[in-house]
């Protein structure tokens, strides 16, 4: 089955940059022609997973694959990993340093927001390996899902 | 796409002045403009009037399409509309003696816009402010100011067209509140009136006509500030050596400006008198898109109003200016040491207005919608594979030798067939594409 993916490099702590990838993502599905509602849902997923890798992560990958009936995107980073992903999905919770704060992020709410609008989310991560990240969205339910 | 034209509502396109060098390729929002043959052509469908690629020429080869300046005031009643920003193109000259000089050069009316900026600026805040507790308001909420904004808002984001704010652009109030005052006089006088609006871009196109009747013929045409200029300078120089008096046979509201309307005329001086204090001011073409982007993508929820102005610094730094932007500036920080930045409309007044609907605006985010989206049809999965494929091959330089701005959108018309491979010099068969490739990139 024919698919195309779209690979963009994240670079950790590049706050100037961050959301480039995601920006990209989200015209290049645009000219695809996928409905609205689910590139706003994918390109808020992007931006949260690529914010996370440039806010904990190191430097790392973000990788769009498009395909017939599916879109995924894959988010891998050589930072310091999640300890506790349970706890990391809690509403809130960050580990975000004061940098990061005074930028206004660290809220919080990357990894649920993700959760929210992926129509499923895989965490692989563990303490000095990285993380990385699937979503995966299908696109005939294309108009519900969070909002 | 029509390739083959070299005009479009706002924008011309002189073959014979092009010089080949890409710059207007580069700038185009919208991806409109292929070079073929070393000359440019603009694929009209796609053109949002800008005015980002007449900037960029530096040969003269784009032009706006504005109105010429000739014959003001010959058979018609000539008004003109004045921006604030005209009086910024003049150094130590009060804004009242710029007006002198436009009615030297035959305009029978000239009409200040500050206090139209003043009820926009209140009505905005206004609308905010009622529907801050309300769910219904998709925030942030965007200005209807530049129309180049609410044009790309259609082409490339039309989700976000519900974020325009509903109230009418300060330009409407004016010319509307100018057809109301004139339709007594112009049924008399029984002569044609032309509303000239003086523009620092050329957003507006060469003329229309405004919808509803009106005893006599009504145009609005657009002339660009650098048009008029060398003849409008010589004209103030006169006024001022004189110190001719001003008429006071106007209008009421043809008085001059104040400094809150001089600030207008610059990336932040919307927002700053609007009082709200989560808004956020953004300049630039590049810098408006990627703000777009990131509203669409959910950020800044807990904005309640962006002001964004696709030319850097503002209405200052739009293409069809006779001063330089920065120059201007300064001429603006001058006049609001001189004018202050007090508010001259009492606030009862404004708000009856708004309450019997004055600032609704007619036309809806929609119609926009079907003026200037994205016609290209949508690509097919197996294209955007070629298209990847086709890209691994292209050296990723932008170079703009093909006649298309980067390598991507050459890519995707060699797919779409409106562009062959040939045409790059890196893919042509010869000698030197052979050596490129031997030296490749990948």
């Not at chain 2, 409309?345 to 003026?371: H, N, V």
């Amino acid at each position: 089955m024919a698919s195309v993916s779209k690979r963009y490099p994240v670079r950790a702590r590049d706050f100037l940059h961050a959301g480039e990838a995601s920006i990209q993502i989200q015209a290049f599905l645009k000219a695809m022609g996928l409905d609205a509602g689910l590139i706003r849902r994918i390109a808020i997923c992007s931006y949260e997973a690529e914010m996370n890798a440039v806010i904990h992560g190191g430097d790392g990958e973000l990788e769009m694959t498009l395909a017939d009936e599916w879109v995924t995107l894959e988010v891998r980073d050589a930072g310091p990993g999640i300890a506790d992903i349970e706890l990391a999905m809690q509403p809130g919770y960050s580990t975000a340093d004061e940098t990061a704060r005074e930028m206004g992020f660290g809220a919080g709410m990357g990894l649920p927001n993700m959760k929210a609008n992926a129509d499923e989310l895989r965490l692989e991560s563990a303490p000095g390996r990285g993380t990385r990240a699937l979503m995966v969205f299908r696109r005939e339910a294309a108009g519900g899902g969070a909002p | 796409m029509s390739p083959n034209t070299r005009e479009t509502s706002y924008v011309r396109f002189h073959a014979e002045r092009c010089q080949g060098c890409a710059a207007c390729l580069k700038v185009c929002p919208t991806k409109a403009i292929r070079i073929r043959g070393r000359k440019s052509l603009c694929l009209v469908d796609r053109c949002i009037g800008c005015g980002a690629c007449i900037g960029a020429c530096a040969a003269g080869a784009i032009t706006p399409a504005v109105h010429p300046v000739s014959g003001v005031g010959e058979g018609h009643t000539a008004i003109a509309l004045v921006s604030p920003v005209l009086y910024a193109q003049f150094p130590n000259v009060m804004p009242r003696d710029v007006l002198k000089g436009l009615r030297r050069l035959g305009f029978h009316h000239t009409v200040d816009s500050s206090i139209f900026l003043e009820m926009f600026q209140f009505a905005a805040a206004e609308f905010i402010r009622r529907n801050r507790t309300a769910a219904e308001a998709p925030w942030p909420l965007i200005s209807p100011v530049c129309p180049a904004v609410v044009r790309l808002i259609a082409f490339k984001f039309p989700q976000l067209l519900a974020h325009v704010l509903p109230v009418l652009r300060p330009v409407a109030l004016m010319a509307r509140e100018v057809r109301e005052t004139l339709l007594p006089q112009a049924a008399a006088r029984g002569r044609p009136v032309v509303l000239y609006y003086i523009n620092p871009c050329p957003t507006m196109g060469a003329s229309r006509t405004p919808p509803g009747p009106f005893p006599v013929p009504l145009t609005e045409v657009s002339l660009g500030i650098n048009e008029l200029y060398p003849a409008l300078r010589q004209a103030v120089e006169e006024a001022v050596a004189e110190a001719e008096p001003f008429g006071r046979e106007g209008f009421e509201f043809e008085t001059c400006t104040t400094g809150n309307a001089s600030l207008v005329a610059m990336s932040g001086g919307e927002i700053a008198s609007m009082r709200i204090e989560a808004s956020l001011a953004v300049s630039g073409m590049q810098e408006t898109i990627a703000y777009l982007s990131k509203i669409e993508m959910g950020l800044f929820r807990d904005v309640e109003y962006f002001e964004l102005r696709t030319c850097r610094e503002g209405c200052l730094g739009g293409a069809l200016n006779a001063v330089d932007k920065y120059l201007a500036k300064s001429n603006i920080h001058r006049m609001i040491h001189i004018y202050g930045l007090g508010r001259r409309i009492p606030r009862q007044s404004i708000l009856r207005l708004y309450d019997r609907g004055r600032f609704r605006p007619e036309q809806s985010p929609t119609a926009l919608a079907e003026r200037f989206a994205d016609r290209k049809p949508p690509l097919r999965l197996e294209q955007a594979a070629e298209i990847e494929r086709l890209l691994g091959e292209l050296p990723g330089y932008g170079c703009g030798a093909c006649g298309a701005p980067d390598c991507p959108t050459f890519a995707e018309d060699v797919v779409r067939g409106l562009a062959e491979r040939s045409e790059c010099v890196w893919l042509a068969p010869g000698p030197r594409a052979a050596r490129n490739r031997r030296g490749g990139k990948r």
